[in-house]
C-alpha cells in the first residue's frame, strides 16, 4: 500500500465571540468522504505549492463564500484515515465580518453553534475541540 501523507487547513469562524460555524455535509458528499461524520467546519486540502492560509482562504471562498484575511492558528492534529491517508489538520480562527453565507455543493446546511448549544453535544469531539479552543 502506498503511503500518502496530506494537509487540511480548516477554520473555525467566529461569530460574537460565542459561536462557530459549524457545516452540514450533503448525502453525496458522504459517500464520497472518507471521514463518515456529517458535520464539518469550512476548510479543505492544501494543494501541493500553495501556502496553507491561502488554501484556507480559497476553502472558505468556495465552500460558504466568504472573504477572510486574518487567521490565528490554534491547534494541529493528525489522523490516519480509512482510506489509509496520514491527514495533519491545522485549525485557524477567523472572525465572521457579517458576510452573506452562500453554501457549495457539499454542504446543504449551516449552524451557528455556541459551547451552550444543544446541537453541540451530537457533534464529532475534533469539531467539540475546535469550537472550545476558539471561543473565550
Given at each position: ?48 505549492g500553495e501556502e496553507i492560509e ?52 457539499e454542504h446543504d446546511r449551516y ?26
Amino acid at each position: 500500500m502506498e503511503k500518502n501523507i496530506a494537509v487540511a487547513a480548516k477554520c473555525a469562524l467566529v461569530k460574537d465571540n460565542s459561536q462557530v460555524l459549524i457545516l452540514k455535509k450533503t448525502p453525496e458528499e458522504m459517500n464520497g468522504d472518507a471521514s463518515k461524520s456529517s458535520y464539518d467546519l469550512p476548510g479543505g486540502r492544501v494543494r501541493y505549492g500553495e501556502e496553507i492560509e491561502e488554501a484556507l482562504k480559497r476553502e472558505l471562498e468556495e465552500e460558504i463564500g466568504v472573504s477572510c484575511n486574518e487567521f490565528e492558528l490554534k491547534t494541529a492534529w493528525s489522523v490516519m484515515r480509512s482510506d489509509g491517508v496520514q491527514l495533519h489538520i491545522l485549525l485557524y480562527k477567523a472572525y465572521y465580518n457579517n458576510q452573506t453565507i452562500r453554501l457549495s455543493a457539499e454542504h446543504d446546511r449551516y449552524h451557528w453553534v455556541g459551547l451552550e448549544d444543544a446541537l453541540i453535544s451530537i457533534m464529532p469531539s475534533w469539531i467539540i475541540r475546535a469550537v472550545m479552543k476558539s471561543l473565550p
